[in-house]
Each structure stands twice: as C-alpha cells, then as structure tokens.
C-alpha cells in the first residue's frame, strides 16, 4: 500500500518527503509534480529533499510496487508556505499608564493567511489579538515578542524593544492675593518634563517659569478666585501634564468715611467723621486745609476744627487712608467739604415810633426769608413771615412805651438760624386839653385860656381871635367880633412839638356877654434893653376907645390914645428890669371901662471882650481866649486859618493857615450865641505872626551794631535855631544838631525831634527809625561720596519779618553759587572749607564758613569662570573690587541675585546673553557698579513625535536647545520628498507643506546643528506626527 507523509511545508520550497508504504516494495516511482522540470521523479524509497521552484500547489504521486504485478499509487498535495513575522506601533515608545496600539504586519504565501498571533510584551503581559493595545505599569525598556502562525501552520516570530517613559507630572500649590495688589507669585514644579508653561486668563510675568508673577484680569479678581494651568512641556512621548492653581483674592481693605462732598456753613466749630474700614488695621487723616483732627490724625473717630484759612478758601479736602494694609495697597477716601456763608440779618427800621399807631418795619436778609417776633403783644401785618410787614403794636406795648421785635432767618440751609434785634421806642401820643367851656363878659371880652399838654413840647391855639401871646398854652384870647356878636365863639387847642406822633386838639368853647372889651394881646413881654422901641397894639370893643399908661418913665408914640403904639422906655426903665403897661377902655357908654395891661421884662443887651496876646508865632496855633455874658459865641476869621477843636468853643486854638503866614496877620472875630431876645454882640482881635522854625531830621535804617546817622534838616523862621532836642526813643536824648547814636536792640523806635529859635517859637517832628536784624547764616550738607553732587541747604534765618534774599557760596576748590541751596560734585575726594555768605533784604549780612568731607568711592570688578556655559551649568563669580567693600548686591540678570562676596550660580530657566551686574557698597556708604555677559546655551534635543493640533502643546517640530551657530532641518516623507527645511531655528515644522496638512505617520528627518561652543551634532531619525 502506498502512503506518503504530509511534507513540511514551512521550511522553505525544499521540501523532504517522507513514504509511508509497506516496507515489502520493491520498486517506488516518485513524481513531484513540477511541471517545469523532467527530472521531478526518483525510484527510491525516500527521496532526496526537493526543491520546488515556487508556491504550488504541486500534486506529489508515488506508485509502490511490491514484486508482482500489483501496484499502488499515493498522492499528496503540497503548499509551500512561508510566514514573515512583524509588527509597527505608533510610535517606538511608550508613556506609562498611556495605552500603546500594536499592529500586525506578517505576511504569508499567497496560498497562505495568519491565522494565530501571540504576543509576549516584555512584563508578563501577553495578547492574542491581532492589534492589541496594551498600558505599560511602570517605566523601563520591555522586549515585544509576536508570534505568527499562518494557516498552513507555519509560524514565525520578531521581537522589538519599546520603551515606556514615565509620564510628566505638574505641581502647582494653591495660593492668594489682595484684590487690590493681586499680582499672585507662583511656584510650580514638574517633574519627567522638559519644562512648564502657565495657562490662564490674565498674564504671566514670564509663562515658560516655573516661578512667575500672574496678573489676573478683572472678571477673576471680580470672581474673588482665579484658577490658572501648570502644563508640562517637553514631554516626550508623553501627553503634558497639567495641575490647577487656585488663586484666592482676598478682599481689599476699604474705607468709608460718608459722603463724596458736603456743605457746612461756617459758622461750624467742629465737623465730626467715622472712618468704617475693612481688612486694614487702622489709619491716618490729612487734609488740604490747615485745621486740625481732634482727638488726633489716627483716630477712627475724629472732629475736623477748620480755622479761618479754611473758611476763607470756602472749601477742603479731607483723606483718610488706611494703614496696616498687609499685602493690601493702601486705600483713601476722601470727602470734599465746602464752607456755606453764615446767614446775615440786619434790621433797617427806625427804633422809635409813636405809641398805638401800626408802623412799617423792614430787614435786610441774605436768605430772603425769616419770622419776625415780638417780645410783646402786638401783631405783624399781614403775618409775621414777609420781610417788610407792619407792626400794630398792643395794649401792653403803648403802655410799656417800647417792644422789641426780633427777626430769626428761616431757609438757612446748612446754617444756623440768625436773628437780629430792634428795640423800638413807642412815644405815647400827645394829649390837648384846653379846659371846660367859659364865657365872658362882652365888656371885657378877653379871656385868659388854661390849656395843658401831655406827651408832647407844646401847644397852639386856634380859633377866629387873637391869643397873646401867640404860641403858649395860657394865652388871652380876643374874640372877634362875629363871635361876640354870635355869643360865643369855639377855639381850640392843637399840640405841637408832637414827635413821631400826630397832634391832638381839644375845643373849648367861649360864651360872650355884650360888654367892652379892651385887649392888649400878651401879659408878659420880654425884650432886650438894646431895643429902640417896644410895638404894641390894643382892642377894644363896645368902648369908644383906650388910654395907654405906665408905671415907668417911657413914652407911647404917637400918643397914648393909640391902640397901636411904641412904647419907648425910659432911662429908668433901662435901669430897672420890669414896666407896666396898661391900656383902658374910654367912651364905654354905659359899660364898666375895661383895662387891660402888660408887662415888659426888660433884660440886659450881651457883653464881649476878647483877651488873646496880639502877637504869636507863624505856623503855630494859638490859644485864643474871651470873655462872653452870653457863655457861648462862634469865632471867624478874616484869614485863612481854622480853629481847634472848632469855632462853637470860647477858649480854641487858632492855627494859622499858609495865607495868614504869608500876610503875617490874622484877624479874629468872636461874635455872641444864646443871645436870647437880644442883638449878637462881637469883638475883634488882629493878631501879628512872627515866622517860627520848621523841624525836620534825615536818619538813615542800619543793622544792629551800626550806628544810626541823624542830621538836622530844619528850616529857621525870623529867629535863629538855637536849641535841639533829641529823644531817640530808647531813653536816650541828646542836645546835639547832628547826632550819632548807637541802639543796643532791633525795633522800631521812635524819634522825636524839637527845635527853638531866639525868638521862642518852636516845632516838634515825630518819624519812626528802624533798627534790623543780622541774619542768622547756616547750612546743612549731605555726605558726599566721589563723583556724586553734595547737595547744600541753606538754613539761615532773620527775624522781624526780614528776609533772606542773597546766597554767596565757596565751596572750597575754586568753585562759587548764588543758589539758595546748591548742589556740587567736587573733582577729588578731601575735607573742603565751606564758606556762606548770606544778606538781607535791608543789607544786613552774616558768614558761616563750616569743613565738608568727599568720600573716595570703591572701585567695582569682578571676574567669572567661564562665559559661555550650558543651561544648568554653575558659573563661579570671584569679586575683585577695592576700597573697603562692605557689601556686596549680585543682580545675575535672571531675576536671581545674591549677597555673597564670591557666589557660585547656575541659569536653570532660559538660554540667552545674561547681564551681571555688582554693585559694592564700602563702609562710608559709597558705591560702584560693574556690568558684565555671558552667555548660556542648551545641547540639541529632537523630539519623536509632535501634535500640530493647534493647542498651544507640542505644535512644532523643531531642533531644541540652543542657541546655535549652524542650523540645518530637513523633512521627508514616506517617498523620499524633501517636504520642509529650515536655517532658523525659530523657523518650525507646524506639519504642512506648501500650506496643505500633511496626514498621520512617521516622517524622517536629517540635522545638523553647531553650537555656540563650537561642537558640531548631525541627527538622523523619524519623527511621528499625531493629531
């Protein structure tokens, strides 16, 4: 029986047959089953291998035959497989706790396919999937076995190394700030990363630092919170990292003090405040003004005391600001006060009136507006609240005979109500009474009226009659004619000298019996002696007529049968100081003769006698004297003169006026007042004016210690001077026409000066002379280091409201200033005299002359290890600076400085040309600053794989490190096609070409960059691009 075993078909296309027959043949035909070839047979029982020139399927047949005629073929079909193993991940390495992605590549025979995979992934783990993906636990390099076996059975196997890389980790800590100075610091860490970059709204003093300064925006602080990213860069295979910040903003200190503004009026002593704060611990008070803060400028609760500078500028400003801020900025409010005039009122209305009679009052107000109020109890018409009403004065008030009435501001705003008062004087009203109705006998028709007056000077009658006299209240009326006709006749009685108040009037009537009548008019009549003759004039009814008479020894002229007459008086008369006069009725018919009479008082005529000297110095007044019976008179002068204290007094001053000096006479006339009844007498003088000297003195203002030059200025009259008279104020006198005198204090004095001819007239000059203070010179001067201005203030000072008005500086090498406070940088360094000279606004001077030193300054200079260094390297700094350094301040110009005098630093953040600078302080407190460069750079890293997703994340590809000298990176693709090539390092792949997205894979890149060290690094490799 034939039998042939399956043949191996994974070992290749040489394939070893295996037969299976009856081990009893004795003959074996093989035939392979190539078709390309005629030696595919064998006769032996176990062929060689054969080697088939491809695939297949070839049909294998082998006839056995056993030694008889009988024969057996069997037949095997071969299919040559092959299977090539193989395997691609995304990318050649792998980020822990990432899933990583593997895919299948075997391959077959044609005739083949991969039915089974097995894939052993370096950790223990394994999978049977055809593409797993797979999460590494742990960093390290794990060896990734697959194992393919193809449906023919044939296997295959590749192993690859991947390495899974520990994700980064980003590390931020949570922080505050004062929202009103809420720039956050903040310090992040990243580790198994490049670097770090914050993300957040506002913006970041440096984004790329770990330790940076984030400015929020407003919203955020508005919020009270602002949470920014701390995302990882330089991540590798890794996708970043990222940590939340959480920034707190805490309230912001405030401050509220009231209002933005407000009114006060001034007549305000005090204006009180409480200043309400938040977050702060306390604070302090100022103003623009210049009042004060009671209990004091740090109290919460304080009363401003404006003075009368605040009022008169009508406003303030007050500020309260906070202290014990923290991290807060101090915060003011402020409020703008503005003074509001007191309310003025000032009643215009007379202060006396007559009493029971309503009468206007009036005020002037500058608010326009008020209440009137009486202390009494009258009423105000139409009411009390218009400016100008009538007041109707009561009961009580007419009998009081006064008010007062008050007038109290109303719409006074902010101020207080102010009132003015007005005590009015209420007259009482004037009372005529002229006594019971009378009669009278016609014969004797006069009559003697009894009127009285109350409440006013006077009375007057009136009627159809004659009263004499005229003008009193008891006169004797004649009645006329009509009225003794009639049979009675009404007068009446009018008050006069009535004030404020309007007259009262009383009648009386008088009732007449037919009868004669004779009536001189007045009872009494007083004339002066110097009289010529006294008028009279008489009445006389029912009679024929009159007959004049007298008890003294005058004359009646024309005759004394006249009514009408002049009465001469007699020398006896003259002598005495009373006549009778007497007129009696005649041809009375059957009635009575009547008489009546009058009495003349005869009073003496004034007597005026001056008794002034006859002669007086010119320009001088003189004293005038007379003697008057009169007591009293008015002086006048034919000159040009006047009197002191004035003309209305007997015993003035005449003080000659320039024509009277000029004419050198004067004449005086002093005629009588109060002469009564009589004629004014009067008396003249003429008086002769003798030119007198006319004082005068020049003196010159000195400073103290200088002394004072007075000269005699005066002018001499008829005489010669001959007599001076000093008093220079300071208990000194001196006799001395030009005299020198020394005052031993600064003021104002006085000088008097007296000078007196031969012929006794004098003049005295009074002017004031001044004696000023020598300023006070001083300075004060700032240590001045080499090369540095030494500023110079002057503190000089003067009293008695001199001033300072001219500087004069040496500063001691040559050099000079009229600056009130100058400033000078001295060429080398040494002690220098200073010397100032300062003067007066009169010329009064002093000096000061005062030592200054100038400081040699230190001398900067340090020296470094090296001056160009890689990013973390430490770079060694060695002071050299000289001059007794005291202390020294590193700026490495990174944001980093240090205090040290030799420090050692390393630039860990960026590359870049750094500035250093040291500035040495010596022990006077001199400095000097040294700056010097170098330069950090960073060895060349290419990453493996990028994401141009437009994050902001690992969006380019580029070379990192740097700077370089040389730089050169070419990209192609899968074809070979050069698709991107860059000289510039700031020139980066963003994964286009020509503008176009390139797709998802592995692209190869070449660089070559040289750095600034010199060292030249050629790179080969792919870069993956993911998106």
């Given at each position: ?494 008050t006069t000298g009535n004030g404020l108040c309007p007259a009262d009037t009383d009648v009386v009537r008088i009732t007449f019996t037919p009868a004669p009548t004779a009536d001189i008019g007045l009872d009494t009549l007083t004339v002066c002696k110097d009289v010529s003759g006294v008028d009279l004039v008489g009445t006389i009814s029912i009679a024929s007529g009159g007959k004049w008479s007298t008890n003294g020894d005058g004359t009646f002229q024309p005759h004394d049968s006249s009514l009408a007459i002049t009465y001469v008086p007699g020398a006896n008369d003259l ?453």
């Amino acid at each position: 029986m034939a039998d042939i075993g399956p043949p191996d078909p994974c070992n290749g296309q040489t394939i070893t047959f295996t037969n299976l027959s009856d081990t009893f043949a004795v003959g074996y035909q093989w035939n392979f089953g190539d078709p390309t070839s005629t030696t595919d047979v064998s006769t032996i029982r176990n062929p060689p291998p054969y080697t088939y020139p491809g695939l297949g399927p070839y049909t294998v047949s082998l006839i056995v035959q056993p030694g008889t005629a009988c024969a057996d073929t069997a037949y095997e079909v071969v299919n040559i497989g092959t299977v090539n193993a193989d395997f691609t991940a995304v990318i050649d390495s792998a980020c822990v706790g990432v899933p990583f992605n593997f895919t299948d590549n075997s391959s077959t025979s044609p005739n083949d396919t991969i039915q089974a995979w097995m894939w052993y992934f370096g950790d223990g783990g394994t999978s049977s999937l055809p593409d797993p993906s797979y999460t590494y636990a742990d960093s390290g390099i794990y060896t990734v076995k697959l194992i393919a076996t193809s449906g023919l059975g044939c296997m295959d196997s590749v192993s690859k190394d991947i390495y899974a890389q520990k994700p980064p980790v980003a590390t931020g800590v949570d922080t505050n700030a004062c929202s009103n100075n809420p720039d956050a610091f903040l310090n992040g860490s990243v580790q198994f990363a490049g670097g770090g970059t914050w993300s957040g709204a506002g913006t970041f003093n440096t984004q790329n630092s770990l330790p940076t300064i984030y400015t929020p925006v407003q919203s955020e602080i508005d919020s009270g919170y602002a949470d920014v990213w701390l995302i990882t860069t330089g991540n590798g295979l890794c996708p970043a990292d990222s940590d939340l910040v959480h920034i707190d903003f805490t309230p912001a200190p405030t401050v509220d003090i009231g209002p933005d503004s407000i009114s006060v009026c001034k007549d305000t002593s005090a204006i009180c405040f409480t200043a309400s704060i938040t977050i702060a611990t306390g604070g302090t008070w100022s103003t623009s003004g210049s009042g004060g803060f009671l209990p004091d400028a740090d109290s919460l609760n304080i009363c401003y005391v404006p003075d009368s500078a605040d009022f008169a500028s009508d406003s303030i400003v007050l500020y309260f600001t906070t202290t014990g801020n923290a991290d807060c900025n101090a915060v003011t409010d402020s409020v703008w006060i503005h003074f509001i005039d007191e309310p003025v009122v000032n009643i215009v209305s007379n202060d006396s009136t007559c009493a029971g009679i309503d009468f206007p009052i009036s005020v002037n107000t500058s608010t326009g507006s008020g209440t009137w109020i009486t202390l009494g109890d009258g009423s105000f018409l139409p009411d009390p609240n218009v400016l100008n009403p009538t007041y109707s004065p009561g009961t009580n008030d007419n009998a009081s005979g006064n008010v007062c009435l008050i007038f109290v501001s109303s719409n006074n705003g902010l101020c207080r109500p102010v009132t003015d008062t007005l005590c009015i004087t209420l007259v009482s009203q004037p009372q005529a009474n002229g006594g019971a109705d009378t009669s009278s006998c016609s014969n004797n028709a006069a009559i003697q009226l009894i009127g009285s007056v109350q409440n006013a000077g006077g009375g007057i009658w009136t009627g159809p009659g004659t009263f004499s006299p005229p003008n009193v209240l008891n006169p004797v009326y004649t009645p006329t004619n009509g009225g003794i006709t009639l049979g009675f006749e009404d007068v009446e009685l009018i008050t006069t000298g009535n004030g404020l108040c309007p007259a009262d009037t009383d009648v009386v009537r008088i009732t007449f019996t037919p009868a004669p009548t004779a009536d001189i008019g007045l009872d009494t009549l007083t004339v002066c002696k110097d009289v010529s003759g006294v008028d009279l004039v008489g009445t006389i009814s029912i009679a024929s007529g009159g007959k004049w008479s007298t008890n003294g020894d005058g004359t009646f002229q024309p005759h004394d049968s006249s009514l009408a007459i002049t009465y001469v008086p007699g020398a006896n008369d003259l002598q005495s100081t009373q006549v009778w006069l007497y007129l009696t009725t005649t041809g009375n018919g059957e009635c009575l003769a009547v008489k009546d009479s009058i009495l003349l008082d005869l009073v003496d005529a004034p007597v005026v006698n001056i008794t002034a000297a006859d002669t007086s110095c010119a320009g001088v007044c003189i004293p005038l004297t007379v003697n008057t019976s009169t007591g009293s008179g008015v002086w006048t002068t034919l000159g040009s003169g006047t009197f002191v204290p004035n003309a209305n007094v007997t015993n003035p001053f005449y003080c000659p006026g320039a024509t009277d000096d000029l004419l050198g006479s004067v004449t005086l006339v002093f005629e009588s007042t109060n002469n009564g009844l009589c004629n004014s007498v009067s008396d003249t003088v003429t008086i002769g004016l003798v030119p007198g000297p006319q004082a005068d003195f020049i003196s010159n203002d000195n400073c103290i210690g200088d002394s004072t030059q007075f000269m005699d200025n005066s002018t001499k009259g008829f005489g010669n001077i001959n007599t001076w008279s000093w008093f220079f104020g300071d208990g000194n006198v001196s006799g001395q026409p030009n005299p020198i005198h020394l005052y031993n204090a600064q003021t104002t004095y006085n000088v008097i000066y007296i000078v007196k001819d031969d012929r006794g007239c004098a003049d005295t000059i009074q002017k004031d002379v001044f004696v000023h203070p020598l300023p006070d010179a001083e300075f004060l001067y700032t240590p001045g280091c080499l090369g540095e201005p030494v500023i110079f203030v002057d503190t000089s000072q003067v009293a008695d409201g001199d001033s300072v008005i001219t500087w004069y500086w040496q500063f001691g090498d040559g050099d000079t200033s009229t600056l009130q406070n100058p400033t000078h940088i001295y060429p080398v360094n040494g002690g220098y005299p200073v010397t100032l000279i300062v003067s007066s606004n009169v010329g009064c001077s002093d000096t000061v002359i005062n030592g200054i030193t100038v400081l040699a300054p230190p001398n900067a200079d340090f020296t470094m290890d090296k001056t160009l260094l890689k990013l973390k390297e430490p770079v060694s700094f060695t002071d050299l600076s000289t001059g007794g350094i005291g202390s020294w301040f590193w700026d490495f110009g990174d944001g980093n400085t240090d205090t040290d005098q030799n420090p050692v630093h390393s630039y860990d953040q960026d590359t870049g040309v750094y500035t250093i600078m040291l500035i040495v302080t010596d022990l006077n407190g001199c400095v000097d600053t040294a700056y010097k460069t170098l330069e950090i750079y960073q060895p060349p890293a290419i990453p493996n794989a990028f994401t141009p997703n437009g994050d902001g994340t690992n969006d380019e590809f580029f070379i990192r490190g740097g700077p370089f000298r040389f730089y050169e990176l070419k990209v192609y693709n899968n074809w070979g096609e050069l698709i991107f090539l860059s000289n510039n390092q700031a020139n980066k792949w963003d994964g286009t070409r020509d503008g176009i997205e390139q797709p998802m894979g592995v692209y190869v890149y070449t660089a070559v960059v040289i750095s600034e060290d010199g060292v030249k690094d050629e790179f080969r490799g792919d870069v993956t691009l993911l998106r």
